[in-house]
């Protein structure tokens, strides 16, 4: 145990958990994608209108959740979350194949607004028990859970699902299981922490360590959403549209590009997220490694950022290579960047505003990225129905260049971090 203690990592693992349930329940559609679209006949703007469904609730419901989770607190808010997306994850089981188009729509928008609250209450919860020169290697820890519930999607479809897509329904109804585990554990343990008992008055110090006091007096969101920090962090979250592209086209892309299938998507899938953990775990320990050693929190945060850009610009060039193994790495260091990009934008929020404005702002930004996702889908499965495979080298371009023109307005727009205070005035303080 550390001298602080370690209380604190046992919340984290919490968060990790629920993460895995949430990537593992969302990534199920983008591994069987292939074999679903031949089983009901969809084309790719059939699959796009699916993938939208659950960006357009995603959206809608970031705003809903991240102003509910600031209201209710981190235990209800995130209970409510998973218990909403339990019920629509496992709700893909029951539909009929002559249902199946809009039966998948369905579905997918309640799972997308019962997802919609993990990161908000996510991101809340590491404000409340980590330090800022933690909280990013904590993102970074806790974020890497998306490539877990990743890696599992198609190993678990390897397993139970047949070549023929006979028992396709199964993997669907895992995370009911999951869920329910998940929730009992956290009304069991979780308080915030100046009321858990079994935390330490060390820890509890050095958690408070660099925090302003606050008032209980509530922020509705409508009081961030004109704030030039809030338009800042969202802009940093268009990039998820990415991140989703990986994640909601990358297995029909190696189907389409080198005729991996269900069979053998796993090994490829693998080596992604493998790649994207390090880069979340990396990027959140390189920024928190800056500050520790004395340098600014702007510039931690910022020329983690700046390398994550140069690390993903490769992969602009994954569809020109006939080695699908090639075309794996470059999507894998892209996918690493990403996930190290979003440790640390993430941590923008905790770092600029107070505690209990962070889910709102969470939901916010998180509610452009998933517009920027709704609009990628809508134009992706257009070129691809125009021009078949070829439509990718577009999107793999807009991938790989994007961080660094989005990093760079950010710089012009914000070119020093000045925390917000109680009352959401700037503190005069910059850090």
Known sequence: MSKTGNYRWRILAMLFFALTINYFDRSLLGVMAPKLMELFEWTNKDYALVNMSFKAAYAIGLLIMGSLI???????????????????????????KSFALPGFILARFGLGFGESGNFPASIKTVAEWFPKKERAFATGIFNAATSVGAILAPIVVMLVVAENGDGWRYPFLITGVLSGIWLFMWLKIYKKPEDNPKLSKTELEHILSDSEPETTEKIPWIKVLPLKQTWVFSLTKILDAVWWFYLFWGGKFLFDQFGINIKTLALPLLI??????????????????????????????????LLCGVIILPVSFATKTDNQWIAIVLIGLAAAGHQAWSANVFTFVSDIFPKKATASVVGIGGMVGAVAGILADFSLGSVLDAQGKEGYFYAFLIAGTLYLIVLGIVQLLMPTMNPLGDDLKPTGKSI
């Open 70 to 96: 600031d209201r209710l607190g981190t235990k209800k808010g995130f209970s409510l979350s998973i218990l909403i997306w339990s019920i629509f994850g496992m709700l893909h089981a029951t539909i009929a």
């Open 272 to 305: 992604i997220y493998v790649l994207a953990d390090f880069g979340s775990v990396f990027g959140g320990y390189l920024s928190s490694a800056l500050i520790k050693s004395g340098r600014s929190i702007n510039f931690s945060r910022k020329i983690t950022m």
